[in-house]
Nanobody, 125 residues
Framework: VQLQASGGGLVRTGGSLRLSCAAS????????MAWFRQGQGKERQFVAV???????SYADSVKGRFTISRDNAANTVNLQMNSLKPEDTAVYYC????????????????????WGQGTQVTVSS
């Protein structure tokens, strides 16, 4: 699966952004799809996952503010980010993994087979 992420940008604290991840060479509905982020000098960290059967899970730091969704017709996975904070500043990556991935594995970058190129999100204070 090839992934193309888009939608990043510069926004003020409290603002919103919507990221999109377009897939080709595979279908998002047949994969575990996730968003990770990596701040400068930090490790890549889990943000949200949309499992093949339809369930979603979020990192505690974004729960209630971010929503991951899947558009099967467009073959995309999206991340709606509301109430953004400066600590959300990072490069955001979408990832695709096996349909059968268990939830605990979904939090780990090494569980994924394909990655998008990343899109920068900057939240100013």
């Amino acid at each position: 699966v090839q992934l193309q992420a888009s939608g990043g940008g510069l926004v003020r604290t409290g603002g919103s952004l919507r990221l999109s991840c377009a897939a080709s060479g595979g279908t998002v509905s047949a994969s575990t799809m996730a968003w990770f982020r990596q701040g400068q000098g930090k490790e890549r960290q889990f943000v949200a996952v949309y499992r093949a059967y339809g369930g979603q899970s979020y990192a505690d730091s974004v729960k209630g503010r971010f929503t991951i969704s899947r558009d099967n017709a467009a073959n995309t996975v999206n991340l709606q980010m509301n109430s953004l904070k400066p600590e959300d500043t990072a490069v955001y990556y979408c990832a695709a993994g096996k349909r059968s991935m268990i939830l605990s594995a979904a939090w780990t970058p090494g569980s994924y087979d394909s990655w998008g190129q990343g899109t920068q999100v900057t939240v100013s204070s």
